[in-house]
């Protein structure tokens, strides 16, 4: 893991438009049958998608990931500091015999960075502790493992190394993507128009290639190439919130929801860094 320091922080400076930077989207599911995987170019004058998985392996993945500068994963990388002592304590009898109301639970179902979503209505992320996410989250912990093994360095506030954590659900709603329900075949419609202001959005500067009319009928495989664009805006100078100070080293351990804070257009042309040195 990277050093000690627990204050708020982003990257020192942004990652310039060099062509050829590369980004990996994962809607991680179960299993590879609810899994898919974009892989996006980024060129100084437009961004293609190279690559969509609507089933993909962890091999794939890892396939995947080892060509990308960034791979975003909409899945939790971690469980709550709380619940895992909770569990420990559990195992040993040291559990405390008080009753656990509602409200004492919240930390043992959220970890800090989605009661921080909540708190900034931001949006409400499954609990991985108490929902079924945690299913995808037991397979995000071993192939975060693999990448570990094959040489991505793997930091799960995002801060470094090649994987952050993404919520496309927040996402979607930042670049005002959204129109209602898109998920299922009964809101294809409405997925059509979302990856419509997608490309408009980008002014002509996206190409889906061969992978246009995949990405109108998958909600999954929109939602991967979402956390592609999300794990570009953490290379760009303040294209994510910061973490809050004080709880870097926690976000290390439990995870942090990398969400944007620039424009769709502003993923091709970073703003410029303005060093106060």
């Given at each position: 893991m990277p050093g000690g320091s627990d204050s708020a922080f982003w990257p020192a400076e942004p990652d310039a438009t060099v062509p050829g930077v590369i980004t990996v989207g994962v809607d991680l599911g179960a299993e590879p049958k609810r899994t898919a995987a974009a892989m996006l170019q980024w060129r100084s004058d437009g961004v293609e998608l190279l690559e969509l998985l609507t089933?993909?392996?962890?091999?794939?993945?890892?396939?995947l990931a080892l060509q990308a500068d960034k791979?975003?994963?909409?899945?939790?990388?971690?469980?709550?500091?709380?619940?895992?002592?909770?569990?420990?304590?559990?195992?040993?009898?040291?559990?405390?015999?008080?009753?656990?109301?509602?409200?004492?639970?919240?930390?043992?179902?959220?970890?800090?960075?989605?009661?921080h979503l909540i708190d900034e209505k931001v949006g409400r992320p499954l609990s991985v502790s108490s929902d079924l996410i945690a299913v995808p989250a037991m397979r995000a912990a071993g192939l975060l493992a693999s990448m570990?093994?094959?040489?991505?360095?793997?930091?799960?506030?995002?801060?470094?190394?090649?994987?952050?954590?993404?919520?496309?659900?927040?996402?979607?709603?930042?670049?005002?993507?959204?129109?209602?329900?898109?998920?299922?075949?009964?809101?294809?419609?409405?997925?059509?128009?979302?990856?419509?202001?997608?490309?408009?959005?980008?002014?002509?500067?996206?190409?889906?290639?061969?992978?246009?009319?995949?990405?109108?009928?998958?909600?999954?495989?929109?939602?991967?190439?979402?956390?592609?664009?999300v794990a570009r805006a953490t290379l760009i100078y303040r294209g994510t919130a910061q973490i809050p100070q004080g709880l870097v080293q926690r976000a290390r351990r439990e995870g942090w929801i990398a969400v944007p804070t620039c424009r769709l257009d502003e993923l091709i042309a970073p703003v410029e860094y303005q060093s106060s040195h």
């Open positions: 089933v993909a392996d962890d091999e794939a993945i890892l396939d791979t975003g994963i909409d899945c939790p990388l971690g469980w709550s500091d709380d619940f895992v002592e909770f569990v420990n304590a559990h195992h040993t009898g040291l559990v405390p015999s008080t009753p656990v109301d509602a409200n004492a639970r919240k930390p043992l179902r959220y970890r800090a960075t989605d009661l570990a093994r094959a040489g991505i360095e793997v930091d799960r506030a995002g801060v470094t190394g090649g994987v952050a954590e993404t919520y496309p659900a927040a996402a979607i709603r930042h670049w005002k993507l959204d129109e209602g329900r898109y998920k299922g075949s009964d809101h294809l419609d409405t997925l059509a128009i979302m990856v419509g202001r997608l490309r408009k959005a980008f002014r002509g500067r996206l190409d889906l290639g061969a992978h246009r009319d995949t990405i109108r009928k998958s909600d999954d495989a929109f939602d991967a190439v979402m956390c592609a664009l």
